[in-house]
């Protein structure tokens, strides 16, 4: 006789290679993060890429081919020219906070620093001080590996601009015929989204980031370049990243005088106010339902697992997530319905 209170679970061979496989697959994502990334930045820009590209062959008539290439050339460019205007100029303001953050703590009493010398700091410091600890061959080795994801972020991103709707007949491709539909689904959702945020978080950082140089600059606070590019990163962190821009600015103010200090703070309330009344509302309206707990998560997340691609896919991969839990819950709720 059979004891009632006793059950046997049953676990077939097919449930457990599946279980096998599932794992198999996460350790094979995490073991190659990084390719992951790149084909995920990849889809990014090729979707942040793509108003422009159909501007060009839709408008201008000119081919999308041709048009995927004039786009990523003068993104690149504008990119480069950037960089060797500005990085002298952050260079040597970097180099003045860091002599005067030095300074400012070693006067507390109790509190010694050794003296840092980066009056003169340049490119060539920069790399002293970057390879002090590690052997010339892990440095060569790590810019070898950064070039060869810089160059393939850009192939992916070319082969997906260049056929219209590229991202969707990738996945057509890799997908079982019975995750088709729905990860279609989900991807365009995801891919209205990641345009909307791509193009505001643009607007939004740009002009956080004058907003602030130019108001720092005025007001008479050091490093001001230092501070427009800290707030214009930041400000892809919800809540958090203004707080510690504007914390950032009133240290440095302070150091020099508590009333300007005070001035920097006014100056960030009235920003603020100003982007989250007038500015947010125009460039992103409602399009954009991602929690800031969300997008926070995500990018500790991110740079935990993967560094600073990490940081760059968190939230895009924030985004994604939602999306497919909005979707999830859309299904139960039809099938409890019908």
């Known amino acids: 006789m059979i004891n009632p209170s006793t059950r046997h679970i049953e676990i077939h061979w097919a449930t457990l290679w599946r279980i096998f496989i599932f794992i198999a697959f996460v350790a094979l994502l995490y073991f190659a993060r990084s390719a992951f990334a790149v084909l995920v930045l990849g889809v990014v820009i090729s979707l942040g890429i793509e108003p422009l590209v159909e501007f060009l062959s839709e408008k201008l008539k000119i081919g999308r081919t041709l048009g995927v290439l004039a786009v990523l050339v003068f993104v690149l460019s504008v990119i480069a020219i950037s960089l060797y205007l500005v990085v002298p100029v952050v260079l040597r303001e970097v180099g003045g906070f860091i002599v005067h953050l030095t300074k400012t703590i070693s006067s507390i009493p109790g509190i010694t620093i050794p003296e840092v010398n980066v009056q003169n700091l340049g490119l060539d410091g920069i790399l002293n001080i970057v390879g002090s600890g590690e052997p010339i061959s892990g440095i060569i080795s790590g810019t070898f590996k950064a070039l060869v994801l810089f160059f393939g972020t850009i192939v992916i991103t070319l082969y997906l601009s260049i056929q219209k709707e590229g991202a969707e007949k990738m996945l057509r491709v890799v997908l079982p015929a019975a995750y088709e539909r729905p990860t279609l689904a989900v991807f365009e959702g995801f891919k209205k989204k990641m345009r909307r945020w791509l193009g505001t978080q643009v ?59 005070l001035y920097v703070i ?41 560094g600073f691609i990490g940081v760059l896919l968190s939230v895009p991969i924030a985004v994604l997530a939602q999306e497919i839990f909005d979707h999830v819950a859309a299904r139960k709720e039809q099938g409890t319905v019908s």
């Open 203 to 261: 607007v939004l950082s740009i002009f956080i980031g004058l907003s602030v140089w130019l108001g720092m600059w005025l007001i008479g606070v050091r490093y001001p370049l230092v501070l427009g590019l800290v707030a214009a990163i930041l400000e892809v962190v919800p809540i958090i990243g203004p707080i510690v821009a504007g914390a950032s600015a009133f240290f440095i103010a302070s150091t020099d005088s508590l009333g300007l200090g």
């Open 266 to 306: 006014l100056f960030f309330l009235v920003l603020q106010q100003f982007e989250n009344h007038v500015l947010v509302p125009l460039v992103m309206g409602k399009s954009m339902r991602v929690h800031p707990v969300v997008v926070v998560v995500s990018l500790l997340v991110g740079g935990e697992i993967a």
